[in-house]
């Protein structure tokens, strides 16, 4: 067990391997609401999270208070990387199923990936989004790993969702920091971004499936603006399709070798 700080406070961190109990609470409505419904109907998701449990339990993560409350949780995943850009995975999807197959195989991995960090709705604004990722540096020190790569989503980037993902990343604030306040956690913890992922994930459905998910009307093809999303649905009414692409923002922490990885 390992101690997290964040401000004045602490949390402990635990992985799934030593507390497997932890996902019933990790996969409740407190953490599951911070995310829109659609973003639960990414195909290569329901194909290959669930080996990141099975194979790799050591990089799913909780942070618990000293009454072993539930305060936060991240996914992440190992996978072999040269670290090129031509071998960088494409996005999220791909990562994921890149890790998943490696962890099948025994592909020896070079980097952590992370998949995502929630933190409980009693806790935001608390500062444990640094919590989190300070939290899969210090795995990915543990297993020996030279760095850790995270598929960014940009989280104010749902509020301008026609702003195309180059320009709304070029967007800094007075003091020279990113205006996004994601983006900026990762940059204030030593990261650097590596290159746009304008394809990261895709999420497909039929019209009765995305207003199932979003209660609006698909009723004729367009690009559709979606609470929760960071880039528009285009809708072909005639094929009956309507496909989510979001772009995320492969940001890069390299780890010292014989440092906390902090």
Not at 45 to 50: L, M, S
Not at 121 to 142: D, E, H, I, T
Not at 175 to 191: I, K, N, Q, S, T
């Amino acid at each position: 067990m390992r101690v997290i700080e964040f401000g004045d406070q602490s949390a402990m961190l635990v992985t799934h391997a030593e507390r497997p109990d932890l996902e019933d609470q990790a996969q409740g409505e407190d953490f599951l609401s911070q995310w829109p419904t659609f973003m639960f109907h990414d195909p290569v998701a329901d194909e290959h999270y669930p080996i990141m449990y099975e194979r790799c339990p050591e990089f799913q993560f909780y942070l618990i208070d000293n009454a072993g409350s539930l305060l936060a949780n991240g996914n992440s995943i190992p996978l072999a990387w040269d670290g090129s850009l031509k071998d960088l995975p494409t996005g999220w999807d791909e990562a994921l199923v890149r890790g998943s197959l490696g962890a099948q195989d025994g592909t020896a991995p070079a980097v952590l990936c992370a998949l995502q960090a929630t933190v409980s709705s009693r806790c935001g604004g608390r500062g444990l989004g640094s919590s989190l990722v300070n939290a899969m540096k210090l795995l990915a020190r543990a297993a020996s790993l030279e760095s850790l790569i995270a598929p960014v989503r940009p989280s104010l980037k749902a509020e301008y969702p026609l702003i195309p993902i180059d320009d709304y990343v070029a967007w800094r604030r007075e003091d020279g920091l990113f205006f996004d306040p994601w983006l900026r956690v990762h940059e204030r913890l030593g990261a650097g971004v590596l290159a746009i992922a304008p394809e990261s994930m895709k999420i497909p459905g039929s019209r009765t499936d995305w207003e199932t998910w979003t209660g609006l009307n698909f009723a004729a093809s367009g690009a559709y603006v979606v609470d929760g999303a960071i880039a528009p649905v285009v809708f072909d009414a005639d094929a009956d399709l309507g496909v989510y692409i979001e772009p995320n923002v492969w940001m890069l922490h390299r780890l010292q070798r014989g440092g906390t990885g902090q």
